[in-house]
Nanobody, 121 residues
Framework: QVQLVESGGGLVPPGGSLRLSCAAS????????MSWVRQAPGKGPEWVSE????????RYADSVKGRFTISRDNAKNTLYLQMNSLKPEDTGLYYC??????????????WGQGTQVTVSS
């Protein structure tokens, strides 16, 4: 059974940092692209970043470029998202997903359950 379990979310003040993790199981994690997707309250999903199976091929949405860093540890079957200089508009539910942007958008069956990030003072 494919499982993606996100963790690391929480409440943080503007300018703060969080590191999200996604523990993967039930598939060959080291063979696939992975993405992060987020959804703010009352808004549609927004693709955030992607990374290839080797840890390269990295892309970011313009809204997070320069502040977020995606990475992976294939030995641990884990995907990460380091988030720095957080803004209130970064608030939302963050999902780990299997595939590149064009694959995961609109395919909620490829996402995990999500972890909540709230940026507020």
């Amino acid at each position: 059974q494919v499982q993606l379990v996100e963790s690391g979310g929480g409440l943080v003040p503007p300018g703060g940092s969080l590191r999200l993790s996604c523990a993967a199981s039930g598939f060959t994690f080291s063979s696939v692209y992975m993405s992060w997707v987020r959804q703010a309250p009352g808004k549609g999903p927004e693709w955030v970043s992607e990374i290839n199976r080797f840890g390269g091929g990295i892309r970011y949405a313009d809204s997070v470029k320069g502040r977020f860093t995606i990475s992976r540890d294939n030995a641990k079957n884990t995907l990460y998202l380091q988030m720095n200089s957080l803004k209130p508009e970064d608030t939302g539910l963050y999902y780990c997903a299997r595939g590149v942007e064009s694959v995961v958008r609109g395919r909620r069956d490829l996402w995990g359950q999500g972890t909540q990030v709230t940026v507020s003072s």
